[in-house]
């Protein structure tokens, strides 16, 4: 069973804007020749690898909400200008909007049970978890 990672996403409002984010960094690396892959950055390294490989996705939590996910491929190790040892998270770069759920702040990311994970909501349904009846209804814990 697939284990997931949560993790808050900083400076994004909707899931619009980390559509945005994601189209703007893989143009970004087209133009300068790399592959065109989206990475994520982060300080600590996933020790549950092969779990999380195994089907697991990253639950973004935008503005107190569970929002959306993105299917995890890859977890490399990745050397930085400080000399701090950090793990690229590669992230398919398909956003799949979920049920919304609030989520209190935390720092770093954290591992996300299957059990624990909001489903999917039906293709072609924008509630991002910014308004309307979905997060009217998860806010007072009726969905």
Same mark, same amino acid.
């Given at each position: %069973?697939p284990? =997931?990672? /949560?993790?808050?996403?900083?400076?994004?409002?909707?899931?619009?804007? $980390?559509?945005a984010? &994601?189209?703007?960094?893989l143009?970004?690396r087209r133009a300068?020749?790399? @592959? *065109?892959?989206?990475? =994520?950055?982060t300080? %600590?390294?996933?020790?549950?690898?092969e779990?999380?490989?195994?089907?697991?996705?990253? +639950?973004?939590?935008?503005?107190?909400?569970?929002?959306?996910?993105?299917?995890l491929?890859?977890? #490399?190790?990745?050397?930085? !200008?400080?000399?701090? @040892?950090?793990c690229?998270? &590669? $992230?398919?770069? &398909? /956003? &799949?909007?979920?049920?919304?759920?609030?989520? #209190? @702040?935390?720092?770093?990311?954290? +591992? /996300?049970?299957?059990?624990?994970? @909001?489903?999917?909501?039906p293709?072609?349904?924008?509630?991002?978890?910014?308004g309307?009846?979905? *997060?009217?209804? !998860?806010e /007072?814990?009726?969905l």
């Amino acid at each position: %069973m697939p284990l =997931h990672l /949560l993790k808050l996403c900083v400076g994004a409002d909707s899931v619009e804007d $980390l559509a945005a984010w &994601v189209d703007e960094r893989l143009a970004a690396r087209r133009a300068d020749g790399r @592959p *065109a892959e989206q990475i =994520h950055t982060t300080r %600590m390294t996933p020790r549950r690898r092969e779990e999380i490989l195994d089907g697991g996705s990253l +639950y973004w939590v935008i503005k107190g909400r569970i929002a959306v996910r993105q299917r995890l491929l890859d977890l #490399r190790p990745a050397d930085s !200008a400080d000399g701090i @040892p950090r793990c690229d998270l &590669v $992230l398919e770069p &398909v /956003l &799949v909007r979920t049920e919304p759920r609030p989520q #209190r @702040p935390f720092q770093g990311w954290r +591992y /996300l049970e299957p059990k624990s994970a @909001p489903p999917d909501l039906p293709s072609g349904d924008a509630d991002d978890g910014a308004g309307g009846i979905r *997060a009217a209804l !998860a806010e /007072l814990g009726l969905l």
